[in-house]
């Protein structure tokens, strides 16, 4: 079977949108997690919303080892081919997390699939960062066990609401991507994820404000909420930062039951913080030749 094309399209943004992340607890029961995404792109269409995002891993998260390789579908598989349906209804666009069975063999990819309002998948960004830690009194996870990493960083991606860079969860701790994608022109950084509790309460909202603040970019950041099993559950507290580092919007923390947080992206406003302190111009790129990419 072949995956459905990728295509870019050209797509004038508006000024000023609304966009939304959305928070909820996946577990182990697809048709459930797909009832769940659904109802928020519902959700999101019905409040004038024009791209929501969902988070990492919105089609499952396992229970045990063999359930990755066991549940994950192929980018024609009936729960992408379902929210493209239902990005479709709504006309609004989505990002969201799956796990992504290789055309080939091997492990699926954690990945960040990108669905318009017509319904077609325009990107995909696979992860590169694997989440394999021992923290004492905190996570303990060997991603690499289950998962292949990418290998490619996602061109930026032409929204309704602005130019998208794609990353995924642990991604957020490796700055070097999201300065690239701020180089290749996104106005906007999504990270759909599940961060643990620990790390959550530690690093997630330090980390995505520094990622806005950095970029001078919008960021988006949907997550996991709750308990998904006996043995994982995620800290939640999506939330939408401006580029000025502003948490403009956030889900509540206390509840598991499925939430959307709403801000407008401006567009303007992006633009005068860069032109009020434009860092971008400022690098020493002759010092850091990498990060000229
Ligand atoms: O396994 C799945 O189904 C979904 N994927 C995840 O939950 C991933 C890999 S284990 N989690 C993270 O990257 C957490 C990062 C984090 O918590 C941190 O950086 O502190």
New binding site residues.
């Given amino acids: 079977m072949i995956a459905p094309p990728l295509t870019r399209l050209a797509v004038s943004p508006a000024r000023r949108a609304l966009a939304a992340v959305g928070q909820f607890c996946a577990q182990n029961d697809m048709q459930r997690n797909l009832r769940t995404c659904v109802d928020l792109i519902g959700g999101a269409a019905r409040r004038g919303v024009r791209m929501l995002f969902l988070p990492?891993?919105s089609d499952?998260?396992?229970e045990t080892r063999n359930q990755?390789a066991e549940l994950a579908q192929g980018l024609d598989g009936q729960f992408l081919r379902e929210i493209q349906q239902a990005a479709k209804d709504n006309g609004i666009w989505v990002s969201l997390g799956i796990?992504e069975q290789p055309l080939t063999t091997g492990m699926p990819f954690?990945t960040n699939a990108v669905v318009s309002d017509d319904g077609t998948l325009v990107s995909v960004y696979r992860k590169l960062h694997m989440?394999d830690v021992n923290v004492k009194d905190g996570?303990r996870?060997q991603?690499s066990a289950v998962s292949s990493r990418g290998e490619r960083v996602a061109d930026v991606v032409d929204t309704p609401v602005g130019k998208l860079g794609l990353s995924i969860?642990?991604d957020?701790?490796f700055p070097e991507i999201s300065q690239l994608l701020r180089q290749r022109g996104a106005q906007l950084l999504c990270y759909p994820?599940?961060?643990?509790e620990m790390?959550?309460a530690a690093?997630w909202e330090t980390l995505l404000r520094a990622r806005a603040v950095e970029t001078q970019t919008y960021v988006f950041a949907a997550a996991q909420i709750g308990r998904h099993n006996a043995k994982r559950s995620s800290y939640g507290d999506a939330m939408i930062v401006d580029p000025w580092g502003v948490v403009v919007a956030r889900c509540s923390r206390n509840s598991s039951e499925p939430t959307l947080a709403v801000a407008e992206v401006d567009l303007d406003y992006l633009e005068k913080v860069r032109r009020e302190m434009p860092v971008f111009d400022h690098r020493r790129t002759d010092l850091f030749p990498d990060y000229a990419a």
């Fill in positions: 990492e891993a499952f998260v396992a990755p796990h954690n989440f996570p996870l991603e969860c642990y957020l701790r994820s599940a961060f643990t790390t959550g690093h």
